[in-house]
């Protein structure tokens, strides 16, 4: 599997970024490092994204547990020990074998973040991924944060469906620094991150959000994804209340 597909090469051609991302994409590769093992292991929190396989909906959610929940069991395979709650849209899909899944660990502490996407396979206590892609990304536009852990206990809010934002929520999503966005094509599915000063999501309806994309790395994973096929989902986190 290469690192990109038509879609991305659609947009960086539109772009004129090519050569750059031909460049990026040599980063990427299927093992992962013991640096990045060992990264993996100290995070609390892994944002998957995937589609559920019943309804095909795509979905960003994130896996919580005490440091060590997540971890490289091989050379280019991790396992995952839960993290999900009942309720998670994506419980389907993490229990159905080669669910396309991406996955990003981030560390908003020392600004560090590690993308991992591969093909999932349950087990006894969670799942495991095969990876395809391994990478890192800067640090850019990511908001440090100083408080950053697992609460033991923590209280499992009432979940609430919509086909819109509440005003309460269009607020909410209207002063964050942050969100993630998960994306799928035909071969795979990825999840990255956004980031910039509150205020940089725009709720202009409220079943519309828009964002201004700011210069990365120049791979265009995520939009050459949304090119190829429009689903996404999008999550926005509380990193006080720990509220999704």
Not at 110 to 130: D, H, S, V
Not at 149 to 162: K, P
């Amino acid at each position: 599997m290469g690192v990109y597909h038509a879609g991305s090469r659609a947009v960086q051609d539109r772009v004129g970024v090519r050569e750059q991302a031909d460049h990026v994409g040599r980063s990427v590769g299927r093992g992962i490092r013991e640096i990045a093992a060992a990264f993996l292991e100290l995070q609390p929190l892994l944002v998957a994204g995937a589609a559920d396989p019943s309804t095909g909906r795509v979905w960003a959610s994130p896996l919580t547990g005490a440091p060590g929940f997540v971890r490289a069991t091989g050379p280019q395979r991790i396992s995952v020990a839960g993290g999900w709650l009942p309720a998670d849209p994506l419980a389907t899909a993490f229990t159905t074998p080669g669910t396309p899944v991406g996955t990003i660990a981030l560390d908003p502490r020392t600004r560090r973040r590690m993308r991992l996407n591969g093909r999932l396979g349950p087990t006894a206590r969670g799942f495991a991924i095969e990876a395809d892609q391994v990478f890192s990304n800067c640090p850019k536009y990511l908001q440090r944060r100083t408080s950053y852990e697992v609460v033991a206990d923590r209280h499992r809010g009432d979940v609430r469906h919509g086909a819109e934002l509440t005003p309460g929520q269009a607020e909410f999503v209207s002063a964050a620094d942050t969100f993630f966005l998960a994306s799928v094509h035909e071969g795979g599915a990825d999840v990255s991150h956004r980031g910039g000063n509150p205020g940089f999501v725009r709720v202009d309806a409220p079943g519309e959000l828009s964002w201004r994309d700011y210069p990365g790395n120049s791979m265009f994973l995520t939009l050459g994804n949304l090119a190829a096929d429009p689903r996404a989902g999008l999550l926005f986190l509380d990193w006080t209340t720990g509220t999704a």
